[in-house]
Each structure stands twice: as C-alpha cells, then as structure tokens.
C-alpha cells in the first residue's frame, strides 16, 4: 500500500470522526432551579435566572387561586417595571393552578425597555395591584 493511499485512508476517517462529533446532540444545561413540591406548595411563588434566543429573562413560577391574577414587578423605589400583558385564574371548579411566567430583561416593543441591574419585587396580585397575594424580591 502506497503512503498516499494511507494519508487518504487516515484524513478520511478524521474527517468522518469530526463530522459525527459535530451532528451528536448536545446536553442543554438548565438554570431552572430543582422545585421541591412541599416547598412550593408552602409558599407557591419562585423565580431565577435563565436564557432564551434573545437574552436574560427571569423564569417565574406561581400558582393562581383567585380570579384574574396576573404578575407585577416593582423596583426599589415603587415603581412598576413590569405588568404582565394577561389574566390567569383557577380552574372552573376553583382549583388552583401553577403556571410558570417569563419575564424578558432585554428591551422589546411588546414589553419595553431593558431592565437594569438592581432589586425588585415579584408580585401575584388579583383584580388589581393593590390585591397583593404572594411576593419575593430578586437581584437582576
């Protein structure tokens, strides 16, 4: 056997090893925290950071036992930041249900400018803000 063919022999199988590694799938590493139900269920409202396309957003998970609930973000000082653009509520039959929210921290025409590095309030309100069910704050 010539060295040529060798060389050919050796370069092929690289190039068939490369290109195998590179169509493999990959783990997706997750920042979603490990939700532990009776710690949930003592307290149903939890955040944490997390990615999509487009930049950082805040994964918010909570449950909804009234009527027209929705989420709220509020700084430091008082100011709303953030309002989440829909309702949920409970089941028909008044059971609660847990849904989990994403809050983008970039800007974006539907839901605004970008959220700056600071503290703020995750509120579940009710009918209005003033209905304040559950919060925790968070640094962005």
């Given at each position: 056997?010539?060295?040529?063919?060798?060389?050919?022999?050796?370069?092929?199988?690289?190039?068939?090893?490369?290109?195998?590694?590179?169509?493999?799938?990959?783990?997706?590493?997750?920042?979603?925290?490990?939700?532990?139900?009776?710690?949930?269920?003592?307290?149903?409202?939890?955040?944490?950071?997390?990615?999509?396309?487009?930049?950082?957003?805040?994964?918010?998970?909570?449950?909804?036992?009234?009527?027209?609930?929705?989420?709220?973000?509020?700084?430091?000082?008082?100011?709303?930041?953030?309002?989440?653009?829909?309702?949920?509520?409970?089941?028909?039959?008044?059971?609660?249900?847990?849904?989990?929210?994403?809050?983008?921290?970039?800007?974006?025409?539907?839901?605004?400018?970008?959220?700056l590095p600071g503290e703020y309030e995750i509120r579940v309100c009710h009918i209005y803000s003033r209905?304040?069910?559950?919060?925790?704050?968070?640094t962005i």
């Amino acid at each position: 056997m010539k060295i040529e063919n060798v060389l050919e022999v050796i370069f092929g199988t690289l190039m068939v090893i490369m290109i195998i590694i590179s169509l493999r799938p990959r783990e997706r590493v997750s920042n979603e925290p490990v939700i532990v139900e009776e710690t949930f269920d003592e307290y149903p409202l939890i955040a944490w950071h997390d990615t999509d396309k487009k930049g950082d957003i805040v994964k918010i998970k909570y449950r909804v036992s009234e009527e027209k609930t929705f989420i709220e973000v509020v700084d430091d000082k008082g100011g709303v930041v953030h309002r989440q653009p829909f309702h949920r509520s409970p089941w028909e039959d008044g059971t609660p249900r847990d849904f989990t929210y994403s809050w983008t921290l970039y800007y974006t025409q539907d839901y605004g400018d970008e959220i700056l590095p600071g503290e703020y309030e995750i509120r579940v309100c009710h009918i209005y803000s003033r209905n304040v069910d559950l919060s925790i704050w968070i640094t962005i």
